[in-house]
């Protein structure tokens, strides 16, 4: 955020922002995380809420959290790439060239199918020099990483994630590309669960740490 010039702040009286409430099937407790949020960033005059690499977050804030508020958010919800995209379009983020190479991407379902943010983290990747290697099924149409909607936490769910989980490797390991990259907290949780029970020899790694690595200068706050 100081790279960009970017006022911002980290909210430790705001941190939870998931979808757990309505796991625990709980509609008021996942309308009292997500008003917590809302309040405070009501307080500070944020105009934008920005979500890290999760995709549960993501969901909860950008397509739940107006309608357990009762009225429109006052601020914009973003995704951290859709974020990142937009400074680096504008020109104030500047990024060096990886010595990643060729990689593939797992697109997160919760921002990718239903958010619809497929250009951005690609736009960062270019910004990086990445040979992408798209996997069959991406974008829009990506499978899900075998963990989603909190399958990866549910021991008796494990056999079915598993399967899921083979099919999302296949298509992976049939890229080329050595290095893999996401922008979901819950998908490399998933993927690391893949690699112990498959043995699978793949490292899950987080784009929005590759880009904090290959910043341009530093920027100060405005």
């Not at 598993?162 to 390991?173: A, G």
């Not at 819950?186 to 993927?191: G, Q």
């Amino acid at each position: 955020m100081q790279h960009v010039g970017a006022k911002c702040t980290f909210r430790s009286d705001g941190l939870v922002a998931e979808n757990y409430g309505y796991y625990a099937g709980g509609k008021d407790w996942q309308r009292e995380i997500s008003r917590r949020l809302i309040d405070q960033a009501i307080a500070c005059k944020a105009q934008i809420l920005l979500v890290p690499e999760c995709g549960h977050a993501y969901a909860a804030l950008r397509w739940e959290a107006a309608d357990l508020y009762g009225k429109p958010l006052p601020f914009k919800v973003l995704q951290v790439t859709e974020y990142l995209a937009a400074q680096l379009q504008a020109g104030r983020l500047q990024l060096k060239a990886t010595a990643v190479g060729a990689a593939t991407f797992q697109d997160p379902c919760e921002s990718a199918r239903k958010g619809g943010i497929n250009d951005a983290p690609r736009a960062l990747m270019r910004a990086m020099g990445i040979e992408l290697h798209e996997m069959k099924n991406h974008g829009g149409f990506s499978f899900c990483c075998g963990g989603g909607g909190g399958v990866l936490d549910i021991e008796r769910a494990a056999p079915l994630r598993y399967r899921t989980m083979e099919n999302k490797l296949r298509e992976i390991d049939d890229t080329g590309a050595a290095t893999f990259l996401t922008s979901c907290s819950d998908c490399r949780r998933t993927f690391d669960d893949a690699r112990a029970h498959f043995d699978w020899q793949k490292t899950p790694h987080s784009l929005l740490e590759l880009v904090a690595d290959n910043l341009i200068g530093a920027g100060s706050p405005a």
